[in-house]
C-alpha cells in the first residue's frame, strides 16, 4: 500500500501540534475598525443578492428592538430596566458596538454559549449517553468561550484528548456515542463537517457521492479509541485512552478491513499510516485545505442569529453545497480563518452588521425572508424562556427569599429548574410547565414586581411602563397606557388587575419571540 508523506511548513506543523495560539487583542479603536470592515463587507454581498432577487431591504430596528435581540442572542436574557435606560441615555455612534463588547465580555455570554454548544454538538447523545459527564462536558465547553480558546483548537481537543470523562471535559465528545465508532463518525461529520453520511453505513449513499467505506473510513479513526472503567459508589466512570492497535470491519462484509478515509474532496487522506489515528484526523481537520470547518462553524454561528443559515440544514453542506449564498458564506469562513479562528470576533462580526440590525417590518407578511433583508420573528429557545422569565419577573430575588437568604440554596433552586426547563424531552412538556408551572405562578402569584410598584405608589402610566420594560424592553404606546389604565382604574382588587396585565404580557406572542 502507497503511504503518502505530506511535507508542511515548519510554523504550520507547530500549529497542528499544539493547535492555533491564543487570538491575539489588537488596539480597541483598530479592532473595532478591522470588525466593521468585516461587517460591510457581508452587508454588501446580502444587500446585492436582494437587489438581484428584487427584495426591499427592511429598514434599521430602533435602539430598544435591537437592544431586546442582540441581549437575549448574547446572553439569553432580557435586557434589565437599569441596561434599558442607560442605552437610551447613551451616546455616540458607537454605543452599540461597546454594548455588543460588554456582553460578549461577560460571563452570562460564556454560560450561554457553552451550555448551547454542550448540547447541540453531542446530538441527542448529550441525553442518552451512560458514559458522559455532562456537568464536566458543559463546563468546558463553557471555558472554550469564557477564555476566548480558537475553534481549532476546540476541535483538536475534542477528537484526540484522552483520561478520565469526570477530570478532562473535552473526552466526553468522543465518549459521548458510547464506544460506537460509527456513531461518533456520524456526529463529527454532521457537527464539523455539516454532511450526513449515516446513509452510508449500511449501503452506498443514494443521492451523494459518499460509499459505504467512506462512512467507514472516518469510522475507522476511532478504532483504537478505548475505554477503562472504575467504580464509585455503585456508580461506573469511563476513563478514555487510544490504543496502539485496533480495526474496523464493515458489518455483514466479514473480513473487509477498512481504513482511515477523510471524506471532503481536495483535503489530503492521510498525513502518516503510523501513530495516533484520532490525532491524525484533528490534523487533518485543521489543515487550509479544510475549508469546510471555517464555513460550518460560520453557518452554525450565523444559524444562531438569523433562525436559518447560509446552509440549510446545517449538515446539508454535502459534495458542494447547493446555496445562493455562497459568496457570503466563504467570504465570512475566509475572514474568521484569518483571524485564528476566533468565535467571539466572529459573533462581533455578525451581531454588528447592518444586515443583524434590520427590523423585521416586512411588505410581505406570512412569507419567511429570503435574502436576510430583514430580522426574522423566533420563537424563543427553552434557554432564552428560562432565562426571560427569570429577569422578568424577579424570581430569582423571590426564591433568594424563599431560601432565607442563602444565596447558594438559591442558586441550587435555580440550577436545578434550569435543568428541569431546558432538558424536558417533549416540547408539550415544556409548554405546560411555561405557560402553567409553579415558576410562572409562583413569580406573578408571589414575586417581587406587583408589590414593589404598589408599595411605591406607582401611579398607572410609570407602573405599565415597568412592566412593559421588564417583559417586552419597550415602552408601552400611547394607546395601550390609556386602554389598560381605564382597566386598572375600574379594578374592585388593583393588585390583581396588575397581576392580570402581568400574565398577559408574559403569555403575549411579543414576549415569547425575538424579533
Known sequence: MCKLRLVLPTALVAILLIGSPPPTAAPADEDARDVAASSQAIDKLLAGLAKDQKVLLSPPAGDLEWLRRVTLDLIARLPTEVEIRAFEGATGPDKRTRRVDDLVASDEFSEYWGNLWARELLERHFKTSNWISRERWIGYVISVFRANKPYQQMVREMIEAEGDARDIGATNFVLSCDGDAAEIAGTLTRQLLGISMQCAQCHDHPYEKWKQKDFWGVAAYFARAKTETYMVKDATYYVLKESKDGE??????????????????????????????????????LLPENARLAEVAVNRVWRHFFGAGFVEPQDGFGEKPMTKFAAPLRRLAEDFARHRFDLKRLIRVVVLSETYARSSVTDRPGEDPTAFERARVRRLNDFQRFAALLQATGYRKAVLGWNGGDEAKAGETIAWLRQRFVDIPDERSRTTMYFNGEMVRHAVEGGPVIPG???????????????????????????????????????????????????????????????
Open 453 to 515: 410598584m404598589i408599595e411605591e405608589g406607582l401611579e398607572y402610566a410609570p407602573a405599565l411602563d415597568r412592566l412593559f420594560l421588564a417583559t417586552l424592553s419597550r415602552h408601552p404606546t400611547m394607546a395601550e397606557t390609556e386602554r389598560l389604565s381605564r382597566r386598572l382604574d375600574e379594578a374592585d382588587d388593583l393588585a390583581a388587575a396588575y397581576k392580570g396585565v402581568f400574565w398577559g404580557l408574559l403569555n403575549s406572542l411579543e414576549f415569547q419571540t425575538n424579533h
Open 248 to 285: 474496523l470491519e464493515i458489518p455483514r462484509r466479514e473480513g473487509l478491513r477498512v481504513q482511515p478515509n477523510f471524506p471532503v474532496a481536495g483535503v489530503p487522506n492521510k498525513l502518516s499510516d503510523k501513530g495516533n489515528r484520532r490525532q491524525t484526523l484533528a490534523a487533518i481537520l
